[in-house]
């Protein structure tokens, strides 16, 4: 990307939410000229967003009606699962005029009159079908919504906290504001190279790329990122190198070989905004980087047996007071504790329920995958908040943790770290907040005391919980992988989902998702994960393992060592692959299962396939390098 798209003060980025009206708007377009198309943006239930290009002249002559009463679309082209079928298809996108619009620019596409890129006006909409909105944007909209009047009703009788915040009475439910903040990793490539995972493996152990300076292409692509978020107003406030990658390289032909894992942050803002900013953020980054020829990976688990991609997500909860003052509503009214009430609700209720929110975060193979012992991702429903309530948290082993800043209690905030780039996190936040209603219920009851609470929070594996349950750990401050065995950590903290199936078929059960998001909502995104889910088995897993398997072939020069291992080798591979009469192969049994719709099948012989490709993976590496 050219230097001289960035920073053009004859470029707008954003267009604020005050200016979203026909008057503005056809006052803006005129004046750029470079913008060429307009495009409504809304999010389905899988995190996907829309585009389409209308033609700007057309946009501008029935601005009326498509902003007020926004365009018509086909249901089946996104994903709404049941609630939109081929019988009844139609789907509306209705312009969302709250928040601020912004351009998105094609630099590979300069307008031979204003010698500027072409531009598409992008605006966020939702997703209207039989006159109930179905999309991710509306329904994190209401739940933060009925989060925040269910805040206010219990603030507003609780007279300890109007006291301590000097406050006789939240007047407007708009003064509680529900603060976010993602962190967003991917793995940058040369496209088409082959990957060396011996060589990742190695220097992830090493620490050999985690915050080294970048150069070359990665550094111009990154740099180019940051300054064209700032653009769009997304504050970042660093990028840099995470764990994963190798040791750029100059092969045969002078062509740079790059295999790196980096990571941009940004800063927080309220909640709808953080969200939608993140979107438009992954855009940016594989755009930008896409121009500057490399590879851009969101996925959760691109390269095996090496760190996966997270999306830690920083959650809060800002009252505004009338004097436009910001109190966070998770620092402690009393000396000497770890949070307030609310903070406490937050936590317990996002621990109590995760069973019911991994579902939205973790939905597809290559998410579950990540969630591996060993590269900093939660496996377990555990959380830290510090060994003393005067001491920071700082526990990457767990699934969530209190930080906290003692010098400025704004920062007070749960990361939550289970996420990934692919999670519909606009999906997935709704669940958290569902979720920490059901906590709030218990923490701010009138005779409950601070006290009382940490108790709770802290209770041991075998007491009865009043609001946790029996036999479970919900607190621990130290590594979990180097103090607890496997069975240990599932005996403490609960077994974790193995496949889609294990994970999402919790949502059959009636939870307090179910109650904040709609039974239709819930059923719909269940349906739409079970199908992409056998889906990508049949169409992706299947194919790669079977030609994996293929690959695996018999060497010369052989000796009885390597007999042995061909001989163990060669049963795995009829095993799973290699049908015969009266006898399937395990891949044809996934095949034969995905056909009649038998999912608890499916799981399990996806289960029995893993650990046979990995045995068989294991053993020809063995095998190839006992060569001389």
Not at 9 to 30: A, Q
Not at 254 to 264: A, D, G, R, T, Y
Not at 418 to 439: E, F, H, L, R
């Amino acid at each position: 990307m050219e230097n001289r798209f960035i920073y053009n003060k004859r470029l707008v980025y954003k267009i604020e939410s005050s200016k979203c009206n026909k008057k503005d708007l056809i006052k803006i377009l005129k004046k750029h000229q470079e913008i060429k198309f307009a495009s409504f943006v809304a999010v389905d239930l899988l995190g996907k967003d829309t585009d389409e290009k209308i033609p700007i002249d057309y946009f501008i002559k029935n601005m009326d009606e498509l902003i007020n009463g926004g365009i018509q679309t086909d249901g089946s082209s996104v994903n709404l699962g049941n609630l939109a079928t081929l019988s009844d298809a139609r789907v509306d996108l209705i312009p969302d005029r709250t928040v601020d619009w912004y351009v998105d620019y094609n630099y590979e596409n300069i307008d031979t009159k204003t010698q500027l890129p072409t531009g598409t006006l992008r605006i966020w909409s939702f997703l209207l079908h039989n006159g109930k909105f179905v999309d991710s944007r509306h329904i994190i909209r209401t739940t933060a919504d009925k989060l925040k009047k269910y805040l206010v009703e219990k603030i507003n009788n609780n007279k300890e906290i109007l006291n301590h915040y000097n406050i006789d009475k939240i007047q407007d439910y708009n003064n509680i504001q529900f603060m976010l903040g993602t962190e967003l990793e991917f793995w940058v490539r040369t496209p088409y190279d082959a990957i060396n995972v011996h060589k990742l493996v190695l220097s992830q152990s090493l620490k050999e790329q985690y915050w080294k300076r970048t150069k070359g292409i990665v550094r111009t692509a990154l740099e180019q990122t940051l300054e064209v978020l700032q653009l769009y107003n997304i504050k970042p406030e660093m990028g840099h190198k995470e764990v994963g990658g190798i040791k750029n390289y100059i092969a045969e032909g002078s062509n740079s070989h790059i295999v790196e894992q980096l990571e941009i942050d940004w800063k927080y803002s309220d909640v709808v905004t953080a969200l939608d900013n993140e979107l438009l953020a992954r855009i940016l980054v594989k755009e930008i980087f896409r121009i500057n020829g490399l590879e851009v990976s969101f996925n959760a688990k691109p390269i095996k047996k090496v760190a996966g991609n997270g999306k830690h997500c920083h959650l809060s909860i800002m009252l505004k007071k009338e004097d436009g003052k910001k109190i966070n509503l998770l620092e402690p009214i009393e000396k000497n504790t770890y949070m307030s009430k609310i903070g406490w609700g937050m936590i317990m209720g996002i621990l109590k329920n995760y069973e019911y929110i991994n579902p939205f975060i973790s939905n597809t193979t290559d998410s579950l995958n990540r969630l591996t012992p060993g590269y900093e991702a939660p496996t377990h429903i555990v959380a830290s908040i510090g060994n003393s309530a005067n001491e920071e948290s700082r526990n990457r082993t767990v699934l969530a943790c209190l930080i906290r800043d003692k010098n400025n209690p704004l920062a007070t905030r749960f990361e939550v770290r289970s996420p990934n780039p692919t999670t519909n996190i606009y999906m997935s936040i709704s669940a958290m907040y569902s979720a920490i209603k059901d906590g709030l219920d218990f923490t701010l009851q009138k005779n409950i005391s601070n006290g009382k609470i940490e108790k709770e929070f802290c209770k041991k594996y075998s007491d009865d919980g009043k609001y946790f349950i029996k036999n479970r750990l919900y607190r621990e401050e130290d590594d979990i992988f180097e103090k607890y065995t496997e069975e240990e950590r599932n005996k403490y903290f609960g077994i974790c989902p193995r496949t889609v199936y294990e994970n999402v078929s919790r949502l059959d059960e009636k939870n307090i998702i179910e109650e904040m998001l709609g039974k239709d909502i819930v059923e719909a995104y269940s349906n739409l994960s079970i199908n992409n889910w056998v889906l990508d088995l049949e169409q992706r897993i299947i194919p790669e393992n079977r030609r994996k398997v293929i690959s695996y072939s018999k060497l010369e020069e052989n000796n009885a060592y390597d007999e042995e291992l061909w001989k163990k080798i060669d049963t795995l591979k009829r095993e799973l692959a290699k049908d015969d009469i009266g006898k399937k192969s395990i891949l044809s049994k996934i095949t034969e299962a995905i056909v009649s719709k038998e999912y608890n099948s499916i799981s399990q012989l996806q289960l029995e396939m893993n650990e046979k490709m990995d045995k068989l993976e294991d053993l020809y590496l063995e095998y190839k390098d006992n060569r001389i």
